[in-house]
């Protein structure tokens, strides 16, 4: 026992001098390296920093200092651009803050309102729904179609309306998957979901542009605006009362604002979700601006860094996917539950012949040569819109 304790005593004094050695060891260590890390630190300091910086020249990162390295770093956050010899000049910034700022914009303010806009706009389709109820045929299905739309026109808008469809809830996800679905399927599944997700989003992009050239081409002509929009418009398009049927050509006042809503939305969709698939190849806010600039002597900034760029196109094309999807929520309910018999147009492309003269008088009167007898499957002697 004896043996062992002053055994045990020993190893605990030579435990205790080693242990002192090598602090002092450490403490020598330190005091020799400042210097030397202090003179390394100034010989890597950013040439930005003058000696009439905010620190006066000093270095930052000394702890015990006197000088105060928060006035350095926010010197430093201002986005001073220095030089650097690889290729990508974007790292010659060292911090942009504009960065953090786009952040909590985008998942602060930004995401708030449009998740609003986007529950109003529900909210008030519903409400509409439980007074209006289903737009009716007021004169009941005829048994008589006309051709509507023809396949190719058919086929131009499916393919623009489901890539949306699919372009709108994967750009959700991105935006709100986090908060909501990760919670309902777990982390796993959400992280495979989003990344599917995304290379959707990616391809999908370009059938929506496609689709997009098809309906322009084709339905140009139609939506150009003309004095039946007037009236229409006037008579709130009849949308209150199953009785008054304001005459419409092929598409009505409301319908051609969809579609130029649809054409200048789904450019400006196209062409900043281009900025975001291939990044720093464009620079098409300082363009916009500068042609704003122009038009209406604003003074919006023309030479914007890549960064700011990217950070432009995040923004503004999450912003116009909300309202656009808040517009095509309300076509989609008019063209589905909202009006009897609006479905079939771009269904089967036949519509009721009755359905047609109370939406687009005008156009039946084009097109009486077109009418078709359902039961018959024979052309009936023409007969012009009441
Ligand atoms: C997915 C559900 C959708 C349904 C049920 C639907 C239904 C319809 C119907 C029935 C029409 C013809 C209306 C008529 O005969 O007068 C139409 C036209 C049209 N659709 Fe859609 N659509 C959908 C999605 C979309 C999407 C996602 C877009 C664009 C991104 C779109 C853009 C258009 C345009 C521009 C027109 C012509 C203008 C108009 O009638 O308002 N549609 N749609």
Same mark, same amino acid.
């Given at each position: 026992?004896? @043996? +062992?304790?002053?055994?045990?005593?020993? +190893?605990?004094?030579?435990?205790?001098?080693? @242990?002192?050695?090598?602090?002092?060891?450490?403490?020598?260590?330190?005091?020799?390296?400042?210097?030397?890390?202090? !003179?390394?630190?100034?010989?890597?300091? !950013?040439?930005?920093?003058?000696?009439?910086?905010?620190?006066?020249?000093?270095?930052?990162?000394?702890?015990?200092?006197?000088?105060?390295?928060?006035?350095?770093?926010?010197?430093?956050?201002?986005?001073?651009?220095?030089?650097?010899?690889?290729?990508?000049?974007?790292?010659?910034?060292?911090?942009?803050? /504009?960065?953090?700022?786009?952040?909590? =914009?985008?998942?602060?303010?930004?995401?708030?309102?449009?998740?609003?806009?986007?529950?109003? +706009?529900?909210?008030?389709?519903?409400? =509409?729904?439980?007074?209006?109820?289903?737009?009716?045929?007021?004169?009941?299905?005829? *048994?008589? +179609?006309?051709?509507?739309?023809?396949?190719?026109?058919?086929? #131009?808008?499916?393919?623009?309306?489901?890539?949306? &469809?699919?372009?709108?809830?994967?750009?959700?996800?991105?935006?709100?998957?986090?908060?909501?679905?990760?919670?309902?399927?777990?982390?796993? !599944?959400?992280?495979?979901?989003?990344?599917?997700?995304?290379?959707?989003?990616?391809?999908?992009?370009?059938? $929506?542009?496609?689709? @997009?050239?098809?309906?322009?081409?084709?339905?140009?002509?139609?939506?150009?605006?003309?004095?039946?929009?007037?009236?229409?418009?006037?008579?709130?398009?009849?949308? %209150?009362?199953?009785?008054?049927?304001?005459?419409?050509?092929? %598409?009505?006042?409301?319908?051609?604002?969809?579609?130029?809503?649809?054409?200048?939305?789904? &450019?400006?969709?196209?062409?900043?979700?281009?900025?975001? @698939?291939?990044?720093?190849?464009?620079?098409?806010? !300082?363009?916009?601006?500068?042609?704003?600039?122009?038009?209406?002597?604003?003074?919006?900034?023309?030479?914007?860094?890549?960064?700011?760029?990217?950070?432009?196109?995040?923004?503004?094309?999450?912003?116009?996917?909300?309202?656009?999807?808040?517009?095509?929520?309300?076509?989609?309910?008019? *063209?589905?539950?909202?009006? /009897?018999?609006? $479905?079939?147009?771009? #269904?089967?492309?036949? &519509?009721?012949?009755?359905?047609?003269?109370?939406?687009?008088?005008?156009?039946?009167?084009?097109?009486?040569?077109?009418?078709?007898?359902?039961?018959?499957?024979?052309?009936?002697?023409?007969?012009?819109?009441?």
């Amino acid at each position: 026992m004896g @043996l +062992t304790h002053s055994n045990s005593r020993r +190893t605990g004094r030579a435990g205790a001098i080693s @242990l002192s050695v090598l602090a002092m060891a450490f403490i020598v260590g330190i005091v020799l390296a400042m210097p030397m890390q202090a !003179a390394a630190q100034e010989g890597t300091a !950013a040439p930005a920093v003058s000696a009439d910086s905010p620190t006066g020249g000093a270095v930052p990162g000394q702890s015990m200092g006197t000088t105060s390295d928060s006035d350095y770093w926010r010197a430093v956050r201002g986005g001073v651009q220095g030089n650097v010899s690889i290729p990508d000049q974007n790292a010659a910034i060292l911090v942009q803050s /504009e960065g953090e700022a786009w952040r909590s =914009f985008r998942n602060g303010p930004m995401s708030l309102y449009a998740s609003w806009a986007l529950l109003g +706009t529900i909210v008030l389709l519903g409400i =509409f729904y439980a007074i209006r109820g289903r737009i009716k045929i007021a004169h009941g299905r005829s *048994g008589q +179609t006309i051709t509507r739309f023809k396949a190719i026109e058919r086929f #131009g808008h499916w393919m623009l309306a489901s890539s949306f &469809v699919v372009l709108a809830l994967t750009g959700l996800n991105l935006l709100y998957g986090r908060y909501t679905l990760k919670y309902v399927i777990g982390n796993e !599944a959400f992280a495979f979901v989003t990344q599917m997700g995304k290379y959707l989003h990616n391809y999908l992009a370009f059938a $929506f542009m496609a689709g @997009l050239v098809m309906i322009f081409v084709m339905w140009v002509r139609h939506n150009l605006p003309d004095r039946t929009d007037i009236k229409w418009a006037m008579q709130g398009g009849g949308i %209150f009362s199953d009785k008054l049927h304001p005459p419409a050509k092929k %598409f009505n006042a409301g319908q051609k604002v969809i579609f130029w809503l649809t054409i200048l939305g789904g &450019v400006s969709l196209s062409l900043s979700g281009w900025q975001l @698939l291939f990044p720093f190849t464009t620079t098409f806010f !300082a363009d916009t601006f500068d042609k704003i600039n122009l038009v209406f002597g604003t003074d919006f900034p023309t030479v914007l860094a890549p960064i700011q760029e990217q950070q432009l196109a995040a923004l503004w094309h999450a912003i116009m996917s909300v309202f656009m999807i808040c517009v095509i929520l309300a076509h989609i309910y008019i *063209g589905s539950v909202g009006m /009897e018999g609006a $479905f079939d147009a771009m #269904g089967s492309g036949e &519509v009721d012949l009755n359905w047609a003269k109370e939406h687009h008088s005008l156009w039946v009167e084009e097109h009486v040569a077109d009418i078709h007898d359902k039961k018959t499957g024979q052309q009936p002697a023409a007969q012009p819109a009441e």
